[in-house]
């Protein structure tokens, strides 16, 4: 494994006071740089004709990497360490989201409006017309994120707390990208059926709801039975938004190497609820030959521990993931760091495309076969080519909500892949360029766009 590239979710921030003489801060800078420190901002805070005090920002790979850096610092002579934080924990602190009036209230009629006795008549009027309810509250703009914490990120079964900052951090994706009101329902329950009813319950509030970081299979189970007794849209990202991003890079990664989708065999690594939904959308987009893998290896029809998802796409040859990657086409990583080996990249056909998406350790470091590979992607910010969930949930919803959709469909996710695809030039297109940025302006309003126009043929839109 070759050493990981310092990123900001492992930023620190060190202030030091040093004398004022010249050459001591290049000392620090090349202390920090000798232990593969990053090095960002330096401040100047304060400085008097004996000392200087500096905050100076690096972006390390790790905990452990941070621990090494403060060391090295500490370490100089005359050098005398005032203070560090953790720049992540620091932005969390407090939360990361807060709910605001859209209207002061100064006045008795203002308050009479807003609240009693006026809004008795806005009561009433839902009331009499349930319809109502989308254009007189909030309901029409707002979206329950709703996990039971057994799957956070790649870390394993947190819980409802420890997995309350990654649904803040989705709310605000869903608000600075698609204008969208988010907020985390995190429950204290792992039962299917207690989840199921939790959220029927709250459904009356929202006009959506993202299913996020709940284990496979029960996912599968929860999203279905949710789909069937609610009238709004209801979404897996986990699932379904990693499969829409996915598509879309492949679709443009097949351009450059001229390989058409229903030829190539793809190979994918992890046959959990991103897998099982990425191998899905792809065999509806076209693909004809999917070989699955599990960290028992193929997912062949002889393995008599396939729950009924696996069962799905077991094929008749079995063996290892080494085995089944030789001769593929495509490989495509939901899984566990370091599983895959040059060999087993170099043993793939010619032009591979190898999308390692484990974060942040992907199945394969990019470095290790840049020369081997047409097209390389990663779920990491820090290489080319990041697939990225937020390409895809906050247009799916925007769109879903805007034309009131009732559920979301098949026929909507492959609409959103091609949209994202699209926005990518064909003058640009190249083996670093196969994904738009996520900062990119259009992609939310292009995949909603996509969306409406799926609802309205499907004849499932209500606006």
Do not use: W
């Not at 893998?293 to 062949?300: A, F, K, T, Y």
């Not at 063996?319 to 566990?336: R, W, Y």
């Not at 394969?364 to 949930?393: C, K, W």
């Amino acid at each position: 494994m070759v050493d990981l590239t310092p990123t900001p979710s492992f930023s620190l921030t060190i202030r030091l006071q040093l004398p004022n003489r010249a050459g001591m801060l290049a000392s620090v800078t090349h202390a920090i740089g000798s232990v593969g420190g990053n090095l960002g901002q330096i401040d100047l805070v304060d400085q008097t004709r004996q000392t200087s005090v500096r905050d100076i920002t690096v972006d390390a790979t790790c905990t452990e990497h941070i621990e090494t850096i403060v060391e090295a610092v500490k370490a100089l002579p005359d050098v005398q360490l005032i203070n560090v934080y953790d720049r992540t924990f620091h932005l969390h602190r407090g939360g990361k989201i807060s709910i605001e009036s859209k209207m002061v209230i100064n006045s008795h009629s203002d308050l009479a409006m807003a609240y009693t006795p006026g809004v008795g008549r806005i009561c009433m009027a839902i009331a009499q017309d349930p319809e109502q309810v989308y254009n007189l509250t909030i309901k029409q703009n707002t979206v329950a994120i709703v996990t039971d914490g057994s799957a956070v990120l790649g870390l394993g079964n947190l819980g409802p707390a420890a997995a309350l900052p990654v649904m803040e951090g989705k709310a605000m994706l869903f608000k600075e990208f698609a204008g969208l009101d988010a907020f985390p329902i995190c429950l204290a329950t792992q039962d299917t059926d207690a989840i199921v009813e939790t959220v029927k319950n709250l459904a009356p509030v929202f006009g959506g709801v993202n299913l996020e970081d709940i284990a496979a299979p029960r996912c599968f189970e929860i999203e279905a039975r949710l789909r069937q007794e609610l009238d709004i849209p209801v979404f897996h990202d986990d699932q379904h938004g990693t499969a829409i991003v996915t598509l879309a890079a492949l679709i443009n990664a097949l351009k450059l190497v001229k390989k058409p989708l229903d030829s190539v065999r793809i190979v994918i690594n992890g046959a959990g609820a991103a897998g099982v939904a990425i191998a899905r959308l792809l065999h509806k987009a076209g693909a004809e030959a999917i070989m699955m893998c599990d960290s028992r290896g193929i997912l062949s029809k002889d393995r008599a521990d396939l729950n009924s998802q696996k069962r799905e796409f077991a094929v008749e040859q079995a063996g290892t993931l080494a085995d089944a990657m030789e001769g593929s086409d495509v490989f495509i990583g939901v899984s566990a760091p370091g599983v895959v080996t040059t060999k087993m990249v170099r043993s793939m056909a010619k032009d591979p495309i190898v999308f390692a998406m484990a974060n942040p350790i992907p199945e394969i470091q990019p470095e290790l076969v840049s020369m081997d590979v047409a097209v390389m992607a990663t779920g990491r910010s820090d290489y080319p080519n990041q697939i990225n969930n937020v390409l895809a949930f906050p247009g799916i919803f925007r769109g879903a909500l805007d034309c009131r959709a009732q559920a979301l469909t098949t026929t909507m996710y492959l609409e959103a892949a091609m949209a994202i695809a699209s926005l990518v030039n064909p003058a640009d297109l190249d083996r670093e360029h196969i994904i738009p940025s996520v900062f990119d302006k259009r992609v939310a309003t292009t995949v909603a766009a996509a969306v409406q126009h799926a609802a309205r043929r499907e004849g499932i839109a209500r606006d």
